[in-house]
C-alpha cells in the first residue's frame, strides 16, 4: 500500500508526499512537516508515520469501525 493511501485510510486526511531524487521524501499534512527523509536519514517504516502524525497534529488513527479516536488536545472528544 502507498504511503499516501495507508494516511487517507487511517487517518481521513490527504498528505502532500513530496519526493525529490534518490529516495528523498518529505511528508506533509495541514501545512505541517511530519517527515522528512534527510533530518531522519531513513525512509520511514509505516508504523514510524502512524506515530508522527500522532505525535504532531494530535489525530488519532480511525478505528477498525472507520471512526476516529480522540484527540491528545481533548481526550474525550471525538478528533478533527
Not at 35 to 46: Q, W
Request: positive net charge; proline residues 6%; glycine residues 12%.
Amino acid at each position: 500500500m502507498s504511503l499516501k493511501k495507508l494516511i487517507a485510510e487511517k487517518f481521513g486526511v490527504k498528505p502532500r508526499i513530496s519526493m525529490a531524487g534518490l529516495g528523498m521524501l518529505d511528508v506533509f499534512l495541514d501545512g505541517k512537516q511530519i517527515f522528512s527523509y534527510r533530518e531522519a536519514g531513513h525512509m520511514p517504516k509505516d508504523e514510524e508515520i502512524v506515530a508522527l502524525i500522532r505525535e504532531k497534529t494530535g489525530i488519532s488513527p480511525r478505528t477498525s469501525t472507520g471512526e476516529r479516536g480522540s484527540t491528545a488536545e481533548n481526550p474525550g472528544s471525538p478528533a478533527r
